[in-house]
């Protein structure tokens, strides 16, 4: 079991995560709770991911100003089911990206096999917390080197340098989260 500790820097949050492996996926339970601008929030998800790093279902319950949601997803071939209803917008969608967490970029830092400065483009459901929504959206990941990837939304209107471990595992991504354990 890996167990890691974050610490959200522009969010201010703590993030309690743990990881466990068996022969056939990989079991994420993580916890977070935190305070931005005027708005009181906690999370709780987990993730069953394949041994390739891909999604294969998830819950994520939250709570923000006491108005609490739920969003439930299954992988059923290339579709996702999410609170029971087929969202074909999904379809072949490999990953997921919580908007307080930094674990979702383990996903694809560990999947798609990078070479030097490769630039990826992957399609990714987003979960926003604070507003409560999940989407469709499109990313980019390229290798800077073995321990630091380049991040960015599309369109491009926000990115960064993230510094991880020999797991994949964020160390540092700067202005947002810091490993603190």
């Known amino acids: ?13 703590l993030e309690y995560f743990q990881l466990s492996e068996t022969h056939q996926n990989f079991t994420v339970k993580s916890t977070i709770i935190g305070t931005f ?15 390739d790093w891909t999604l294969t279902s998830f819950k994520v319950e939250f709570e923000v100003n006491n108005n609490k949601k739920r969003i439930v997803g299954e992988k059923i071939n290339s579709d996702w089911s999410i609170n029971g ?5 999904f379809r072949n969608f490999d990953f997921m990206d919580i908007s307080l967490t930094p674990f979702t970029n383990t996903l694809p830092i560990n999947h798609l096999h990078f070479s030097a400065h490769q630039k990826k ?4 459901m987003y979960v926003d917390i604070l507003k409560g929504s999940i989407e469709a959206v499109k990313q980019k990941y390229s290798k800077n080197s073995d321990l630091n990837y380049h991040y960015e939304n599309i369109p491009k209107d926000f ?9 994949g ?10 490993r603190i354990v």
Do not use: Q
């Open 169 to 178: 595992f964020v160390n540092l991504y700067p202005t947002l989260f810091e």
């Open 1 to 13: 079991m890996k167990t890691i500790i974050w610490k959200g820097i522009y969010y201010k949050a």
């Open 37 to 51: 601008e005027d708005k009181f929030y906690w999370v709780d998800y987990s993730l069953v991911i394949a041994k």
């Open 85 to 89: 209803e087929m969202k074909p917008l």
């Open 159 to 167: 990115e960064a340098d993230l510094d991880v471990d020999d797991s």
């Open 121 to 124: 483009i992957i399609e990714v």
